[in-house]
């Protein structure tokens, strides 16, 4: 999910999404769907891109993957 956040910091659509995350088509329904739900990601004339929600989620994202990679 976090990689899909990432991939559409600029607006992206499906097709790209599918791609570039390596999903099929039923796991990217799924994933969007719930990144839609919780206001991570928006959807605007059949294009995704990261809200500023979605931002700070990445932002903590990698503040936590760097803490345990330190560990």
């Known amino acids: 999910m976090a990689e899909i956040l990432f991939y559409c910091t600029q607006q992206?659509?499906?097709t790209d999404i599918m791609y570039k995350v390596n999903l099929?088509?039923?796991?990217l329904k799924k994933h969007l769907a719930a990144l839609t739900f919780q206001d991570l990601l928006a959807i605007?004339?059949?294009k995704f891109a990261t809200t500023q929600k979605g931002c700070?989620?990445?932002?903590?994202?990698?503040?936590?993957?760097?803490?345990?990679e330190s560990c």
């Open 12 to 14: 992206k659509t499906k």
């Open 24 to 27: 099929n088509y039923v796991q």
């Open 44 to 46: 605007n004339k059949n």
């Open 56 to 68: 700070r989620f990445l932002e903590l994202f990698f503040q936590l993957n760097a803490m345990l």
